[in-house]
């Protein structure tokens, strides 16, 4: 083990850590992590950016910015990340158009363990059409409530399934 400067206070600190124990300030080696751009690029974007770990240049988390967008931090039409932002996204937190994760918000759709979206479907969701064990909005339907105008709504889309809530209200 050596010791190295920390590029950020100058605090000595061992190579083999992840980051500055005083500052907090990440350092590479260890996480260098994996990029890949495709060549075709639309809207001065890569079509396909996949990237997570460090940047060694900067020492910052690398973030995927593309058409198709795959990292820890990701951004992009179709974004899949721990945290991710795209017009559809998918991930740990996830915010978009159409956002699917275990946080998701999404202006149009958002489904996860905690989804917050004009339509939301999760755990816990808060949407004008909220539907879930939770659900709570203008339209609500779910373990605690019953709306009949979210019913007729989440029924034309998901059929038959939503019967099991209407059901459960009778015990
Ligand atoms: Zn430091």
């Given amino acids: 083990m050596a010791l190295i400067e920390c590029p950020d206070c100058n605090n000595q600190i061992s190579d083999r850590a992840v980051m500055c124990p005083k500052c907090g300030f990440p350092i590479s080696g260890r996480g260098m992590g994996y990029e890949y751009m495709s060549e075709a690029t639309l809207f001065g974007l890569p079509l396909v950016h996949i990237a997570n770990g460090l940047d060694p240049s900067t020492g910052r988390p690398r973030i995927a910015k593309g ?80 709306d009949p105008q979210a019913i007729e709504f989440f029924k034309s889309y998901l059929g038959p399934w939503i019967e099991q809530f209407q059901r459960g209200r009778g015990r």
């Avoid at 816990?124 to 059409?129: L, S």
Wanted: glycine share 32%; charged share 0%.
């Fill in 67 to 146: 058409i198709i967008a795959i990292g820890n931090i990701a951004v992009g039409g179709l974004a899949v990340g721990g945290l991710s932002f795209g017009v559809i996204s998918f991930g740990g937190l996830a915010l978009g158009l159409v956002a699917l994760g275990g946080a998701a918000v999404g202006l149009l759709l958002a489904l996860g363990g905690l989804a917050i979206g004009l339509v939301a479907i999760g755990g816990g969701a808060i949407g004008y059409y909220a539907l879930g064990g939770g659900a709570f909005g203008v339209h609500p339907l779910g373990g605690n409530a019953q």
